[in-house]
C-alpha cells in the first residue's frame, strides 16, 4: 500500500512540475508558511501555488482539484498552522484578485485577495460609506465572505450583493446574496468553493463624516484589542442563544489570565487574543486553546467554538 501511494506520489509530482512549465503562475514546492500567517508559526506545505489569474487557477484546479488536499489562504490573520508539512496544496490568490472597481448605482467590486482595509479606503475616496467597519477587519475580501467577518455590530452579509466562485471542478459561479443562508461567522456555502471576487452596495456619504466614523471605529479597537503582535484576531466565537456574557468574559472567569504554554499566551489587552510572545510552537498554542475551551467548559457548562480556522 505504501509503495503505491509513493508511486502516486512521485507521477502527481511530475505532473505539477509539468504543469508549472505551462503556465505563467508560480508554484512552488515544500514552501515555508511560517511567514505566511500573523501567529508567525507553522510548518511547510508540500505545494503552494500563486496564481495570477483565473485561467491558470481553472486549470489547476482542473487537473489537481481532486488529486490533492486544497486549502485557500488569504491574509493569514486568523489561521494557526501545524509545524509538520501540509500533505496538499495551498493556493494564495495573486494580485489581480486583489483589483477593486466601481459600477454605477454605488456598487464596488472586489477581488477576494483584496484586503478589507484597502476596500474601505476605496470607499472612503468614492464617497461611499457602509465599508467603514472594514477598516477594522485585518483580512481579505474573501476571507471575510468565508466566515462572515464583522465587527461593531457590522458583518459582511449586511453589504454582499453576490459571489464569484469556483468549484474544485474549475466551474465559474455566481452565487447571489439572498441565495446564502449567513450565520454567525459562517455561511451554508459548500467548503471547498473558492471566493474570486464580490459585488458590495454603498450609499453616498459625505467624505468627511465617513473618515470621522473609520478614525472612531479604529480608535475603540486599539482601546480594546492588542496590536503589533504576533496574534490571529478572535481565538473563539461569542456563544450565540446560550448566555448574555461575551466570550472574554467567559475566559476571565474561568481561567487564570497569567496562563502560558511556552511562549503562547493570553494578551493582556483582550483575553480572546492568544499572542505568540516569541517563537510559541504550534503545539504551545493548540495546549492553550485547549486549556482554555476546558477550563470554560468547566466553569460554564458552555462549549467554546474556535473562530480562528486551523491547517493541519
Not at 505551462?22 to 500563486?50: H, M, P
Not at 490533492?68 to 498552522?81: C, F, K, P, Y
Amino acid at each position: 500500500m505504501d509503495e503505491r501511494i509513493n508511486k502516486f506520489n512521485i507521477m502527481l509530482s511530475k505532473e505539477l512540475i509539468k504543469f508549472s512549465n505551462e503556465i505563467s503562475s508560480k508554484i512552488y514546492f515544500d514552501y515555508d508558511l511560517k511567514k505566511s500567517n500573523w501567529f508567525n508559526i507553522g510548518g511547510k506545505t508540500k505545494i503552494y501555488f500563486k496564481p495570477d489569474n483565473l485561467p491558470d487557477l481553472i486549470l489547476f484546479l482542473k487537473k489537481f482539484g481532486n488529486k490533492e488536499r486544497i486549502h485557500i489562504l488569504g491574509a493569514g490573520s486568523n489561521t494557526l498552522i501545524s509545524d509538520q508539512t501540509f500533505d496538499g496544496a495551498v493556493i494564495k490568490l495573486g494580485k489581480n484578485f486583489a483589483n477593486i472597481s466601481i459600477l454605477s448605482n454605488s456598487i464596488i467590486v472586489a477581488g477576494s485577495a483584496c484586503l478589507d482595509k484597502k476596500l474601505s479606503d476605496f470607499a472612503l475616496e468614492n464617497k461611499l460609506g457602509n465599508f467603514e467597519f472594514l477598516a477594522c477587519i485585518p483580512g481579505t475580501v474573501g476571507g471575510g465572505l468565508k466566515m462572515n467577518a464583522g465587527c461593531f455590530n457590522r458583518e459582511f452579509k449586511d453589504i454582499l450583493i453576490s459571489i464569484q466562485a469556483i468549484d474544485k471542478q474549475g466551474r465559474v459561479l455566481t452565487i447571489p446574496a439572498n441565495k446564502v443562508i449567513f450565520k454567525y461567522r459562517n455561511n451554508d456555502l459548500p467548503d471547498d468553493l473558492i471566493f474570486l471576487s464580490a459585488s458590495f452596495k454603498g450609499k453616498k456619504k459625505d467624505k468627511n463624516i465617513i473618515k470621522k466614523e473609520i478614525l472612531e471605529l479604529k480608535d475603540k479597537k486599539d482601546i480594546r484589542q492588542p496590536t503589533k503582535m504576533k496574534t490571529s484576531g478572535s481565538t473563539f466565537k461569542n456563544p450565540v442563544n446560550q448566555t448574555d456574557k461575551k466570550v472574554w468574559q467567559l475566559i476571565k472567569e474561568s481561567v487564570p489570565l497569567n496562563l502560558s504554554f511556552g511562549d503562547a499566551c493570553i494578551s493582556e489587552k483582550h483575553c480572546n487574543f492568544f499572542i505568540n510572545k516569541n517563537n510559541a510552537s504550534f503545539d504551545d498554542m493548540t495546549k492553550l486553546i485547549k486549556f482554555v475551551q476546558d477550563a470554560v467548559q468547566k466553569k460554564t457548562g458552555i462549549i467554546l467554538e474556535k473562530e480562528i480556522k486551523i491547517l493541519e
